[in-house]
């Protein structure tokens, strides 16, 4: 088993917690990130390779829709970080389109899109000692390094690294969300 597969056989236990969750308390939801979705044999790998607003919109689709009074986008993160771009998607889903976006960590708690805390980038990658590009304090940015320091720092995190830009959550600052509120949903009209 790879690297990537390990980290998404991880993933898609978070998920299955997740949903374990929802369907022993009778929470209604759909399937709805782009992994899930069907079609023709290679859409699926070249959607990964594009870069237009709608192709992100959908490579970066939550992977749970709660359908309930106020129906909620779920999408579920069992890393340390988060890609600029897929944030990025998220917050204008909440900001743009007034959408309801949780998202649900590694640590078992559900988070508000907009209440996500980052940690300030490290000055220099610990593993390669290489001094990775920084975006506003928080994003690192691998592909922006020259081509050997690149490949270097994809070697030392042995392809679980995409080197897209990506920032650290910050655990400790930001405001997390007990799964049990989910709870609520049928007895209320907002969002937990």
Known sequence: MTNF????????QLQNQLIAFLSKNQ???LYSGYERMTGSKNAGKNIKYKNDKTSLFIRHYPDISLISKQS????????????????ENYISLRNDLGLNVLLF???????????????KAWPTCPKTKIKIPIIDDVWLSPRLLDKDDY?????AY??????????FIDFDETEFIDL?????LNQQQETP
């Not at 597969?5 to 898609?12: F, L």
């Not at 490949?151 to 070697?155: A, E, H, M, S, V």
């Not at 049990?180 to 609520?184: F, S």
């Open 5 to 12: 597969e390990a980290r998404k056989n991880k993933g898609q």
């Open 27 to 29: 929470i209604d939801f």
């Open 72 to 87: 909620i986008l779920i999408e579920v993160k069992n890393s340390s970080g988060i890609e600029k771009l897929c944030y």
């Open 105 to 119: 960590l590694r640590n078992m708690k559900l988070c508000r899109i907009e209440n996500l805390k980052f940690k």
């Open 151 to 155: 490949y270097k720092y994809i070697n």
């Open 158 to 167: 042995k392809n679980t690294s995409s080197g897209s830009t990506f920032a």
């Open 180 to 184: 049990g509120k989910l709870l609520l």
